[in-house]
């Protein structure tokens, strides 16, 4: 049995959860998610705790098993804490401000990077190089901060770009200057 997926979820207070139609519902004090089930596998609540179980025990339905408690854990994290993506600017002249709802990158291009976050995210900047992602769904967040990242990705040689908080690049070595 899949490890990930026979652990009970914990239901804390504030959030509720439904299932109808195929679609998993979860209501909590900074918004609500849903997302569809998946054949051959059951959620039930007992006790306080969400079960997530599987009918079969084909292979199909043993990866499903596991994504389907993770994906109702993160929901249950984001609807209760959200999440947060902490991005910096490394690099002379590099910086970040907000104009409106648009975030506007000076990265070293000729002209500035314009980036509208999605619905459900938003994206602040803490200081000229400083930017932070927040929003209650865990894959819109990675991706709004993947997207962000992507404008400027660290480069190896003198490590100038956007990277995520505590994001370690490894440098290599550039020309010696053989003579």
Known sequence: MSRIG?????L???TTLSVDNGVVKVK???????TPTVPGVDIVVEEGNIIVSRQNEEKQTKSWHG????????MITGVTTGFKK???????GYRAQMQGSKLVLNLGYSNPVEYEAPAGVEVAVDGPTKLSVKGIDKQAVG????IIRGFRSPEPYQGKGIRYAGEHVIRKAGKTGAK
């Open 6 to 10: 026979r652990k009970p979820i914990p």
């Open 67 to 74: 994504m389907m408690r993770a994906l109702i854990a993160n």
């Open 86 to 92: 902490d991005l910096e600017i490394i690099g002379v």
């Open 143 to 146: 991706q709004a901060a993947a």
């Open 12 to 14: 804390i207070a504030g």
């Open 28 to 34: 909590g004090p900074k918004g609500e998610l849903s």
